[in-house]
């Protein structure tokens, strides 16, 4: 099981060595937001299941108390393709802990196997459906996160027009928690809203590794998959 573990990490590295030489060509072509450029501010609640059958083994998820949580999020599109062509559709969303603060990101994708571990494309942000793609890793194994949009049913593909929608009805989604090939359990419901002001706000910025899930740690092979274009696009902020 070792070697398998040391050959997964070192080709995750070799990997994550190569998507930083492709951050740093976006840097220098797109500026300091070189993924996920534009996006839309939301506002809104988590709103926590006060009963779970089945536990994660991750605090985060777990944790029953407070039942409500104020979030901070944004949507965007992954390679800023222009709508209304598709793209991978991204929700960043930022909630508070003991700790600070804790960053959850999801990519569209679909929720089956192999669909949640393959980034998907889509038209508008709902009604997709999103993941952590890479799992967490939890004191009893892996766990992932999705999020499944519950209403609307359907939201533009455009943001500005996403926006308006979401000044008059709040976009609910269901929070779920699985093992990489186990079912989806429900645990709690996220409603948002478009925040006042600004479409975007370039200072807002998402990090999962400064900013882990309370009780969720990375497998090493995630973490250099990861961390070297992290740390390329942590280098071009302004």
Same mark, same amino acid.
């Given at each position: 099981?070792? =070697?398998? &573990?040391?050959?997964? %990490?070192?080709?995750?590295?070799?990997?994550?060595?190569?998507?930083?030489?492709?951050?740093?060509?976006?840097?220098?072509?797109?500026?300091?937001?070189?993924?996920? %450029? %534009?996006?839309?501010?939301?506002? =809104?609640?988590?709103?926590?299941?006060?009963?779970?059958?089945?536990?994660? =083994?991750?605090?985060?998820? +777990? &944790?029953?108390?407070?039942?409500?949580?104020?979030?901070?999020? /944004?949507?965007?599109?992954?390679?800023?393709?222009?709508?209304?062509?598709? &793209?991978?559709?991204?929700?960043?969303?930022? %909630?508070?802990?003991?700790?600070?603060?804790?960053?959850?990101?999801?990519?569209?994708?679909?929720?089956?196997?192999?669909?949640?571990?393959?980034?998907?494309? /889509?038209?508008?942000? *709902?009604?997709?459906?999103?993941?952590?793609?890479?799992?967490?890793?939890?004191?009893?194994?892996?766990?992932?996160?999705?999020?499944?949009?519950?209403?609307?049913?359907?939201?533009?593909?455009?943001?500005?027009?996403?926006?308006?929608?979401?000044?008059?009805?709040?976009?609910?989604?269901?929070?779920?928690?699985?093992?990489?090939?186990?079912?989806?359990?429900?645990? *709690?419901?996220?409603?948002?809203? *478009?925040?006042?002001?600004?479409? &975007? +706000?370039?200072?807002?910025?998402?990090?999962?590794?400064?900013?882990?899930?309370?009780? *969720?740690?990375?497998?090493?092979?995630?973490?250099?998959?990861?961390?070297?274009?992290?740390?390329?696009?942590? /280098?071009?902020?302004?």
């Amino acid at each position: 099981m070792g =070697g398998k &573990d040391s050959a997964a %990490t070192s080709a995750a590295a070799l990997t994550g060595r190569a998507l930083r030489v492709v951050m740093a060509a976006l840097l220098r072509v797109r500026g300091p937001r070189p993924i996920h %450029t %534009t996006g839309l501010v939301l506002t =809104g609640v988590l709103l926590r299941q006060p009963h779970l059958p089945v536990r994660s =083994g991750i605090a985060w998820i +777990d &944790d029953r108390e407070p039942s409500e949580t104020g979030v901070v999020a /944004r949507l965007s599109r992954g390679a800023s393709v222009p709508a209304p062509l598709p &793209d991978v559709q991204g929700l960043a969303v930022r %909630t508070r802990s003991p700790g600070g603060v804790a960053d959850l990101l999801l990519s569209s994708t679909g929720l089956g196997v192999p669909g949640r571990f393959l980034l998907a494309p /889509r038209w508008r942000p *709902a009604p997709s459906t999103m993941s952590t793609l890479m799992p967490y890793r939890g004191p009893d194994g892996p766990v992932l996160v999705a999020a499944r949009s519950l209403s609307p049913s359907v939201l533009p593909a455009r943001t500005a027009h996403v926006r308006r929608t979401l000044l008059h009805v709040p976009w609910t989604l269901e929070l779920l928690f699985a093992t990489p090939r186990g079912r989806w359990h429900r645990f *709690a419901t996220l409603e948002l809203a *478009a925040a006042p002001g600004e479409l &975007d +706000d370039g200072d807002l910025r998402f990090d999962p590794i400064l900013n882990p899930l309370p009780g *969720a740690e990375t497998y090493e092979w995630t973490r250099v998959l990861r961390e070297p274009s992290y740390a390329t696009a942590r /280098r071009g902020r302004p």
